[in-house]
């Protein structure tokens, strides 16, 4: 049997470098798995299960690389990189991992939201420079305003209530309602969430249902100056629609840890081969990039220690049952 783990960075070697895997050969590949090279390939197209990260994208064409394939172990909660029809038609199990990141993201967006709304980068990087504007440095307080956390799932009830407890009023919108939101946050239908938040909170799930659901219609429905917070998934948001709006001043702020093509915004040297659309896409980004009331991260709400750990573990435990034979939680249980 043979396992391979691709985006394969050091934690991931120090981590599972040491573990048992009964019988197994372990392969450890730093690139992303639509990336590997010819040689890779040959060598490992044997391969039983593969683990992936975020970088990585699994549609037919490179699975069809792995005729041997019997599971995907994403180490991450979200599956939209999996072609997961081709999974189901070919007996391919796709594992994730849940319930590892709600503290990690949930205070993670929080930082960004302080250091959007109080403009604490601008503070820092003239600090750094030794020239100090005051009068540049005037932002809003959380307490008070109204908050819209579209998405209570793990992330989003944990979110509510940390953004409760800095005094501000929750409001909530999910197709199905957690009992664990309902003391801090109101549940209302979406138009309303939109039309009464000053800050609105992004932590629902890319699938083709939600695909730029942040689009021109809905922003044109929010609070002029609204900030927009996003530690889901890029795929959420239309780029251009964003970039107009944050011109336009109808979008006060935007905070996001992820994006559209995140990877190809950040190397632009993979922008090679993407489509018109694509490239307009990634353009978009570059634009906000640079804009003072933008802040982007890459990708890193889910990188502390303790969720990481949690994240490996979980991956560990899934690939020791599918080499034992034993049963474990897939996405289409």
Request: charged share 25%; net charge neutral.
């Given at each position: 049997?043979?396992?391979?783990?691709?985006?394969?960075?050091?934690?991931?070697?120090?981590?599972?470098?040491?573990?048992?895997?009964?019988?197994?050969?372990?392969?450890?590949?730093?690139?992303?798995?639509?990336?590997?090279?010819?040689?890779?390939?040959?060598?490992?197209?044997?391969?039983?299960?593969?683990?992936?990260?975020?970088?990585?994208?699994?549609?037919?064409?490179?699975?069809?690389?792995?005729?041997?394939?019997?599971?995907?172990?994403?180490?991450?909660?979200?599956?939209?990189?999996?072609?997961?029809?081709?999974?189901?038609?070919?007996?391919?199990?796709?594992?994730?991992?849940?319930?590892?990141?709600?503290?990690?993201?949930?205070?993670?967006?929080?930082?960004?939201?302080?250091?959007?709304?109080?403009?604490?980068?601008?503070?820092?990087?003239?600090?750094?420079?030794?020239?100090?504007?005051?009068?540049?440095?005037?932002?809003?307080?959380?307490?008070?305003?109204?908050?819209?956390?579209?998405?209570?799932?793990?992330?989003?009830?944990?979110?509510?209530?940390?953004?409760?407890?800095?005094?501000?009023?929750?409001?909530?919108?999910?197709?199905?309602?957690?009992?664990?939101?309902?003391?801090?946050?109101?549940?209302?239908?979406?138009?309303?969430?939109?039309?009464?938040?000053?800050?609105?909170?992004?932590?629902?799930?890319?699938?083709?249902?939600?695909?730029?659901?942040?689009?021109?219609?809905?922003?044109?429905?929010?609070?002029?100056?609204?900030?927009?917070?996003?530690?889901?998934?890029?795929?959420?948001?239309?780029?251009?629609?964003?970039?107009?709006?944050?011109?336009?001043?109808?979008?006060?702020?935007?905070?996001?840890?992820?994006?559209?093509?995140?990877?190809?915004?950040?190397?632009?040297?993979?922008?090679?081969?993407?489509?018109?659309?694509?490239?307009?896409?990634?353009?978009?980004?570059?634009?906000?990039?640079?804009?003072?009331?933008?802040?982007?991260?890459?990708?890193?709400?889910?990188?502390?220690?303790?969720?990481?750990?949690?994240?490996?573990?979980?991956?560990y435990e899934t690939l020791t049952a599918f080499i034992?034979?034993?049963?474990?939680?897939?996405?289409?249980?």
């Open positions: 049997m043979k396992i391979i783990f691709f985006d394969a960075i050091d934690t991931v070697h120090e981590f599972y470098k040491d573990k048992k895997f009964k019988g197994t050969d372990v392969v450890f590949i730093d690139n992303p798995a639509q990336d590997i090279t010819a040689a890779d390939l040959k060598a490992h197209k044997d391969a039983d299960a593969i683990s992936i990260f975020t970088h990585s994208e699994l549609d037919a064409q490179t699975l069809k690389k792995f005729p041997n394939l019997k599971l995907i172990a994403l180490r991450t909660t979200g599956f939209n990189k999996v072609d997961t029809e081709y999974c189901k038609n070919h007996g391919i199990k796709v594992s994730n991992v849940v319930g590892y990141g709600e503290v990690a993201v949930s205070e993670f967006a929080i930082g960004l939201l302080i250091a959007l709304m109080r403009k604490i980068l601008p503070g820092v990087k003239d600090m750094r420079r030794s020239r100090v504007d005051m009068s540049k440095y005037r932002g809003h307080d959380i307490h008070g305003k109204t908050i819209g956390v579209f998405g209570t799932g793990a992330i989003g009830a944990h979110f509510a209530h940390l953004a409760h407890a800095f005094g501000a009023n929750v409001i909530a919108y999910d197709r199905i309602q957690n009992p664990k939101c309902q003391s801090v946050a109101k549940y209302v239908d979406l138009d309303t969430l939109y039309a009464e938040s000053d800050i609105i909170a992004l932590n629902i799930p890319a699938n083709a249902q939600n695909y730029h659901i942040i689009n021109e219609s809905a922003i044109a429905k929010m609070k002029r100056g609204v900030i927009l917070l996003n530690v889901a998934r890029g795929e959420l948001m239309d780029a251009e629609a964003l970039y107009d709006a944050l011109l336009s001043g109808h979008i006060g702020g935007l905070a996001q840890d992820v994006l559209e093509l995140e990877f190809e915004t950040v190397t632009i040297s993979s922008a090679k081969g993407l489509t018109d659309e694509q490239l307009r896409i990634v353009l978009f980004n570059k634009k906000m990039m640079h804009m003072d009331n933008v802040i982007f991260t890459p990708h890193m709400a889910f990188n502390s220690v303790e969720a990481t750990m949690r994240i490996f573990t979980s991956v034992d034979g034993k049963k474990f939680r897939t996405i289409f249980d």
